[in-house]
Each structure stands twice: as C-alpha cells, then as structure tokens.
C-alpha cells in the first residue's frame, strides 16, 4: 500500500502544476503521485496556516512534514524569518525544493526523519503532523519537538478531533503548555509552549 510518507520508487511520477492561493496570494506549486494532498491545498494545512500570528512571527522556523511546501514557503513569503523545511519523502523534498525555486523563496529543505538530522533550535515549529505515520511518530514530533524550541519558541499544529486532539493534548501536557487558537469544523489549531524551559530531555 502506498502512504504519502514513504519512499515509492517504483510509483509512477507525475509532476504537474497546481496553482494555488494561499492567504489571498498565488503560488505555483509542482505536486506529484506520492505526496501528501497532491491536487490541492489540505483544508487543515489551511486551517493551521489561516491560524498562524503572522505579524509576529521571525528568527528561525521549521516546517516539520513539509510535503511539497505550502506551509514553509507561505511563511518565508510573508515574514522576513529563516526558514528550514523537512520531509522524510524524498519526492516531497524534491518538489518542495522546485517549488522555492519557482516561487524565489529562499529556505533551507533538507532530509530528516523527526529531528533525527535537526541540530539547532527555534523560535516557531509548524506542522501538519503525518497522522498515518502512527502515534508514535507523531509523538516523535510532537514531544520531540521541545528540544529543538528555543525557550520561547511556539510549536503550532493542526490535528483533527477524530484524530486525536484531546489525546494529544493531554498527552504532551507535561511538556508544554497547550493553548487552542482556532477550531474549524473538526480542525483544532494548537500552540504549545515550553513548561520547563531549562529542561531539554522530552
Ligand atoms: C499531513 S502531511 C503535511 C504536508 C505539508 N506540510 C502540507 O501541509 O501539505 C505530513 C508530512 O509529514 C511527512 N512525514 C511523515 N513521516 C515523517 C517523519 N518521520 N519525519 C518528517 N516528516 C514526516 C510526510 O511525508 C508528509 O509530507
């Protein structure tokens, strides 16, 4: 079975344009078989975006599961931030890497499993996290998230309720404190923060 997180060589590419309007703005943006939401804009990954404090945000920002790139590149298009963008599917990093270049965005996008290749910390963490990948893993991103936050820095996602909201709530509630932003239908948008910001093992 093939699952927009992992690597199908053997899936037949189909790189197409897709125009899409994001915060009123228009991007273009190459998709393909194999990547999350291919033929359009995910309505969470909307919902989070809509969310987001755009007139504040700055200094570094990851976009954890950047897939073919709307989330971190409408962030680097509209602040003045460095931002780094991630994936574990090569196809989505290839094209997320086409997509900064069709659209003159400057950002860094690079391989990495969670964190696993992550080694610096951030003022704000956004993500549509891969549900389908299992709880463990969105644990591995959630949770994990706090040791790549500066001690002020924002952890921002959007998860469904039927997925898992107030699960995740709860069970990252140690960790941080967890604030709801914006609710659409069944989309919550969560902003989590450092509890204990000289603690750095999650
Ligand atoms: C729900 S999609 C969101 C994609 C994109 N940010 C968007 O909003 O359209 C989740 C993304 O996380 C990626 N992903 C899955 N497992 C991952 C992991 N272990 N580490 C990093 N990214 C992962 C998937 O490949 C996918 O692109």
New binding site residues.
């Given amino acids: 079975m093939n699952h927009?997180?992992t690597n199908e060589e053997n899936l037949k590419s189909n790189i197409h344009l897709l125009e899409i309007y994001i915060r009123d703005k228009r991007y273009l943006l190459y998709s393909d078989n194999g990547?999350?939401?291919k033929k359009g804009?995910?309505f969470?990954?909307k919902v989070l975006i809509d969310a987001l404090p755009f007139n504040k945000i700055t200094g570094d920002v990851l976009?954890?599961?950047?897939?073919?790139g709307?989330?971190g590149l409408c962030v680097k298009n509209e602040t003045s931030s460095n931002v780094d963008m991630?994936?574990?599917?090569l196809r989505?990093l290839h094209l997320s890497k086409m997509n900064a270049k069709k659209n003159n965005l400057d950002v860094n996008i690079f391989e990495?499993?969670?964190y696993s290749n992550v080694n610096k910390k951030y003022d704000y963490i956004f993500?549509?996290?891969?549900?389908r990948?299992g709880k463990k893993?969105l644990y591995?991103?959630l949770r994990g998230a706090y040791a790549y936050l500066k001690d002020n820095g924002e952890m921002w996602f959007v998860i469904r309720k039927n997925q898992g909201a107030n699960s995740a709530i709860r069970d990252i509630s140690d960790l941080y404190n967890v604030e709801l932003k914006s609710k659409v239908k069944d989309y919550f948008v969560l902003c989590a923060t450092k509890k204990n910001k000289d603690v750095d093992n999650a």
């Avoid at 976009?63 to 073919?68: A, F, I, L, T």
């Avoid at 993500?127 to 549900?131: A, E, L, R, S, Y």
């Fill in positions: 927009y997180f990547v999350f939401s804009l995910d969470g990954t976009d954890v599961g950047c897939g073919y709307p989330i991630i994936d574990v599917n989505a990495s499993d969670a993500t549509n996290p891969p549900i990948a893993k591995e991103i």
